[in-house]
Structures are given as C-alpha cells and as structure tokens.
C-alpha cells in the first residue's frame, strides 16, 4: 500500500508526508497541504509556482517557455510562423505584420483535430486495416491450397505420362516379341527342311554302301544316286534384326508438350482498399429511424398466386413482388390487388434456383444446371455470368450494385460466395483465418443477402447454420438457431432478409417460424403466425415481410415492426 494513502484511499502531502492534500502545484505536478505551500514555492524561486486547490488541479495551463526571453512564458501564437511566441516576441519586429492567435485558442482547435482525427484511427482506419489483414491471411491461405491443388494437378498429369509411355514402352516391346517369334518360326521351318535332307543323305548313303559292299551284282545296278540333288545347297536365311530408333529427348519441347505454368505476378492498385465508412451507399450511410419490433407479428394481407407450390419471394416495390414456384417461370404480382402483372420464362427452361431485384429494379435469377446467372431488363434475358466447374445458388443485389453468388464446385465438395462487379470476378469468400471451409460443403440449399452494414449473410441448411462475415471475408459469427423453438426441432434455414435495423431474418422450415436475430447474431424473437413451412422471405423498404410457404400458393405479407 502506498504510505502516503490511509485505509480510506486518503492523499497525503508529498512533502510533509502526513498531512491532507488540500492544494496542487500544476507546475511542478506536487500534490501538497495547506502548511507546506509557503515551503514549496521558495524551495525553487525560478519557476512560476502555480498552485490551485487539489480539486482543480491541471487546470493551469503550462505555457511554453519563450526560446527568445528567459522565463518568459509564450502565451501568444504566430500562425504565419506556426511557432508559440511570448508577448516580447509580438511586439518585436520580428512578427511584423503577421497573423497573431492566443496560444489557448490554437490548443483548442489542434485539440479537437487531435481527437477528430484519433476517432477516425480508433473507429475507421485501424478496423479497416485489421480487415485488409485478414483479407491478406484470407489470400495466404488460399493460395497455399491453391497452389497445392496446382502441385497435385502437375503429379497427376506426370502419372498421366507415365501411364500413356508405360503402355507405349509395352506395346513395342509386345511388337519385339512378334517379329522375333516370326523370325524364328521361319529358321526354325528351314532347319527342319535342312534336317530331313541330311536324314535322307544318310539313308541314301547306308543303302549305297550296302550296295557296293555286296555280291549281288543286281543290287548294285539297282542303286540311283540322288547327288546331283544334293548338290543344290539349302537358301541361305538371314533374318534382318529390327533395331528401335529413339527419338531424340528435347528438353525445351518436352516441356511444351507437358505443360507450362502461366506467368505468376502481383497485381497492386494503390486504391484497391477503401475506408468501410466512404464504401457505403448514401442509403446505407444515413441512419434509418429507430423501430421496435411488435409483441404479436400479425399477418396484414395475403397474396394469392396460380403456382401450386411457392418457393420464393423478391420485392420489387413496395406494391410489386416476384415470385418463383418448381417450374421455369417467374411471375410478377401486385401485392395489393393480387393481380398477376408479368410471367417470364428461363431461358433454358431449368427451374431458377434463386431470384433477386438489383437497385435499379431488374431480376436477376440463377440457373443452376445450366451454370448460369442471368438478369431481365425490359423482359429480356442477358447472360452476365457463365461459370466454370461450379454451380450458383443463392444471388443478391448489394447496396453497391455488385452481385454476391454462393456456388458449389461440380462434385459439391467445396462451396464459396463471389463478389462480381457484372461479370468480372472481385473477391471469394471460402475460408476463415485458419484456413477451414466457412461454408458446408455437400448438396444442399443456400441463400445470401448482404445486411446494411455490409456483412454478407448466407443460410447454409447443410450446415444448420447462418453464417455471417463482413465486407472483406472475415467471420463474424455463426448463428445455429434458438432454443426452445416452437416446434422443438433441429433449426433448418432456408430464405434469408435483412430489414432497416440490421436484423437479419431466416426462414426455419422444421419450426414453422421466422428468426430475428440483430446484427451480431443476438437472438430477438420468432415469428410464428401460423406458418407452415416457410421459405422464400423479403422486406420492403417499410420493412413489411413477405413470407412464401412451400406447400401453398399464398404470399403473406407481415408486419413485425412499429411503423414510424
């Protein structure tokens, strides 16, 4: 405990070391009592003692001491010089003409900058920066799985090769076997013609020994030499011996006819990162009204459609809204007469996974099985993105005008969610900081919608999860549903919205209900006025929810919120 401080946490002169603290030096920062003032202020004469009750201590400004004049305190500032001056040093010529400001005032307004410019460090600049880090270790990550995926890719193409001249090297070698059994089967023919001839010439012999050798003078005359016969020497065979001629191994041309690696760089734009506060849309920027949300959700108005099974929903205003059910079209209805006003067909005739209105009023839907992510204007369909080795899924229209897509690869192994500005790819989202998929990856449903303060959120029913990052990729947190909920089952995502507040609202197919949770993933309320299988949802700008249900035909609009 420090000696100068009682059980009551009382200060205690730093001089006297027993007394109260009554009074303060703000010069030389000594706390002090009544009786020890007088002893410090002679204890160094130099200084200008300033010395106020303890209660108001640091209220004394500590002037700069003037370079010019000795002990002199500079109470003025030259702004033409941008240097503290003291009252000597104004009414010399030296500031002449210049402009001349009390120094307290010049503190103030350096003060207010100081703090300004610290708020922008602390709320802006310095989460931005830890955003760009994490982008940076997000595109480490990746290109070390990348970059693996590359290695493996040049093993398997070598395996490729090896396999292609394995079977080459058998099929010359089966080709050797061929000629060389040919060749031999040949020699082998006339070896055996050769033998029989030498079999015969001895036969022929022994009878014509025989012959001469005996008395019988008839035999002798019977002998017919068969010489003139053997003079005729056997053909001479020589197999010719194929020979193998190797092609010359070239390095260079190796090397094209395996493959190359196309050229490696960095790309850096000096703009590429911007402050998440100056990235904002106007609408995104202003801050709405605050709302409440309604004990009781009531469901305000019904709209009937001619599908038999509604899947999804999307506003267009806040009196139009698309819709898509399990076939190829998409039709448009009035909300209030409940009157069909348009009905657009794919233009493959695939049944659009998901559908979604950009800000300047077009659908856009993505096609599935065709790879595709199409928007309608004026009724017609324009292809803006045809995908390679994966599939779309979920689409939204950010505050920005970009589209977020949520694709599976082709053998639903990995899934990820992808930034375009029109076509051109900006930014992937598939991994957190420690390099882990953020997404369930196997055939599932998934939507994405992006929230006011630009986090992008994805239902991943595969994972049973709603999964949230920010603007660069970073997770911010996985909500996996409430409990009790009010059928008691497993929480099962489908549609997602966001609404004015930064809610961000899910669809939950086993409960039969509707989740709010607030921008960081806290849990508010259910929605549970007698759904049944909800899907599709949507907000308009008066934050009405339209809610579509699986197995029917109607669109309820909802309201959950006080209207302002």
């Given at each position: ?14 001089l ?118 994490s982008?940076?270790q ?49 020699l082998?023919k ?25 008395n ?10 068969n ?39 960095f ?24 709302k409440?949300l ?26 139009e ?33 998901d559908?979604?209105?950009t ?6 839907y ?11 204007k ?11 080795n ?48 953020l ?24 994972a ?36 004015s ?17 607030e ?10 006025c007698?759904?049944?299988y909800?899907?599709g ?11 579509s ?14 209207m302002?």
């Amino acid at each position: 405990m420090d000696p100068r401080t009682s059980a009551q946490d009382v200060m205690q002169c730093d001089l006297c070391e027993t007394a109260v603290v009554q009074m303060h030096c703000d010069t030389c920062l000594v706390n002090l009592c009544t009786a020890c003032v007088g002893k410090h202020m002679i204890s160094d004469e130099s200084k200008d003692h300033k010395v106020v009750k303890f209660k108001s201590k640091k209220s004394t400004p500590l002037f700069p001491v003037c370079k010019f004049h000795y002990k002199e305190q500079c109470t003025m500032y030259c702004n033409h010089c941008d240097t503290p001056a003291c009252t000597k040093c104004i009414a010399s010529d030296k500031h002449l003409g210049h402009k001349i400001s009390e120094i307290l005032q010049v503190v103030d307004e350096k003060r207010e900058k100081i703090i300004k410019e610290q708020t922008e460090v602390n709320e802006t600049i310095f989460p931005t920066y830890q955003d760009i880090a994490s982008d940076v270790q997000n595109r480490m990550s990746q290109l070390e799985r990348e970059y693996g995926d590359l290695s493996t890719a040049i093993t398997k193409h070598g395996e490729d090769w090896h396999r292609e001249i394995d079977k080459l090297v058998k099929k010359l070698k089966a080709e050797v076997d061929e000629i060389k059994n040919t060749q031999l089967q040949t020699l082998q023919k006339h070896l055996n013609e050769i033998n029989k001839k030498m079999s015969d010439i001895k036969d022929e012999t022994s009878s014509v020994e025989m012959a001469i050798n005996t008395n019988d003078l008839s035999k002798l005359f019977s002998v017919t030499s068969n010489v003139h016969m053997y003079r005729n020497l056997p053909q001479k065979i020589v197999p010719t011996l194929s020979k193998f001629i190797p092609e010359k191994i070239q390095i260079e041309k190796l090397r094209k006819l395996f493959g190359t690696l196309s050229q490696n760089s960095f790309t850096s734009e000096i703009h590429n990162y911007s402050m998440k506060t100056t990235q904002k849309s106007p609408e995104a920027g202003s801050s709405p009204p605050v709302k409440q949300l309604l004990d009781e959700p009531e469901i305000v108005n019904t709209i009937k459609t001619n599908y038999r099974r509604l899947i999804l929903v999307a506003c267009l205003s806040e009196g139009e809204i698309w819709t898509k059910a399990n076939d190829g079209t998409m039709k448009l209805y009035n909300i209030n007469q409940g009157s069909l006003l348009k009905s657009i067909k794919t233009e493959s005739g695939n049944i659009p996974y998901d559908i979604a209105v950009t800000k300047n009023g077009d659908l856009v839907y993505t096609d599935y099985w065709d790879r595709t992510v199409n928007i309608i204007k004026n009724e017609k369909i324009e292809e803006v993105i045809r995908l390679q080795n994966w599939k779309p899924r979920g689409v939204c229209s950010t505050s920005s005008g970009d589209l977020l897509v949520i694709m599976d690869s082709n053998d639903s192994k990995q899934t990820k969610v992808v930034r375009y500005s029109g076509s051109t790819e900006k930014q992937t989202i598939q991994f957190d900081n420690k390099g882990k998929p953020l997404y369930f990856a196997g055939f599932c449903n998934r939507y994405i919608t992006e929230n006011r303060n630009l986090d992008i959120c994805v239902s991943d029913d595969g994972a049973k999860a709603v999964v949230v990052v920010n603007q660069a990729g970073k997770l911010r947190f996985k909500y996996a549903g409430h409990m009790p909920s009010p059928k008691n089952e497993s929480f099962d995502p489908r549609g997602i919205t966001t609404d004015s507040q930064s809610h961000i609202l899910t669809a939950d197919n086993n409960n039969h209900c509707v989740h709010i949770i607030e921008q960081d993933g806290q849990f508010l309320r259910y929605i549970d006025c007698g759904l049944s299988y909800p899907w599709g949802l949507c907000t308009d700008r008066n934050d009405n929810l339209f809610v579509s249900q699986r197995f029917e035909r109607y669109v309820k609009k909802i309201n959950y919120m006080y209207m302002c």
